[in-house]
């Protein structure tokens, strides 16, 4: 007599190959990247509260700063350049788009595979089935054409002038209300006078 899968060995194995999806996309991302800054390369982790600190140096550098204080792994905290921090986070938001697009892609291939043999194979790394690969490739080019798009508009100070652009309009637009204001105070003075 030949073994038979049951349902229930069939979601506890894509149970199990879906958590091992997760567990190693989210290692990947933490253990972090290599980037080549102007000073050479450097490791920077990439666990939750490191991409918040590279996204946190990141807005500073759109709203004009030029440089910022981090640290890579095991270094000491020193100044990097908007450049350097651009660079970074370039690296580090495209090294985790291509995890977590990878890591959906694989689960999507976990869920949708009926054939136990097949699912209890899957490995992370391994190639997806051609549709998904192609479905890969449609959305990591269409996040990296966006982060070129963010990331040189900030390189060329277009995000740093729109920010002083609108700054000089609020203050114009403040001014004007302030003579509005003043003209309405002294025709209300001069008609109850």
Same mark, same amino acid.
């Given at each position: 007599m030949?073994?038979?899968w049951r349902k229930?060995d069939?979601? %506890?194995?894509?149970?199990?190959q879906l958590s ?9 991302i933490y253990? @972090? ?6 000073g ?9 509260h ?5 996204e946190?140096m ?6 004009? !700063?030029k440089?910022q ?6 270094? $000491?905290?020193?100044?990097y350049?908007?450049a ?12 985790v788009?291509?995890?977590?697009t990878?890591?959906n892609l694989?689960k999507?291939w ?6 136990n043999?097949?699912i209890?194979?899957i ?7 051609e549709?998904l690969? !192609?479905?890969m ?5 269409a996040?990296?054409?966006q982060? %070129?798009?963010i %990331?040189?508009a ?7 002038d729109?920010i002083s652009?609108?700054?000089n309009q609020?203050t $114009? ?6 003579d509005v204001?003043?003209q309405?105070?002294? !025709? %209300?003075?001069?008609?109850? @006078?």
């Amino acid at each position: 007599m030949g073994l038979v899968w049951r349902k229930d060995d069939l979601l %506890t194995l894509s149970e199990k190959q879906l958590s091992m999806a997760n567990e190693t996309c989210q290692q990947k991302i933490y253990a @972090g990247i290599d980037v080549e800054l102007s000073g050479g390369t450097e490791h920077f982790s990439l666990e939750a509260h490191d991409q918040a600190n590279i996204e946190s140096m990141f807005t500073a550098v759109t709203l004009g !700063a030029k440089e910022q204080q981090y640290h890579c792994d095991g270094g $000491e905290v020193k100044t990097y350049s908007a450049a350097d921090v651009v660079v970074l986070y370039a690296a580090y938001k495209n090294y985790v788009t291509k995890h977590t697009t990878y890591c959906n892609l694989l689960k999507k291939w976990i869920k949708r595979e009926t054939d136990n043999a097949v699912i209890g194979a899957i490995q992370y790394g391994d190639n997806l089935p051609e549709d998904l690969t !192609a479905q890969m490739k449609t959305i990591l080019d269409a996040a990296t054409a966006q982060l %070129t798009s963010i %990331t040189t508009a900030v390189s060329d100070g277009a995000f740093a002038d729109k920010i002083s652009s609108l700054e000089n309009q609020m203050t $114009e637009t403040q001014m004007a209300l302030c003579d509005v204001y003043e003209q309405v105070i002294a !025709a %209300t003075s001069a008609t109850e @006078g």
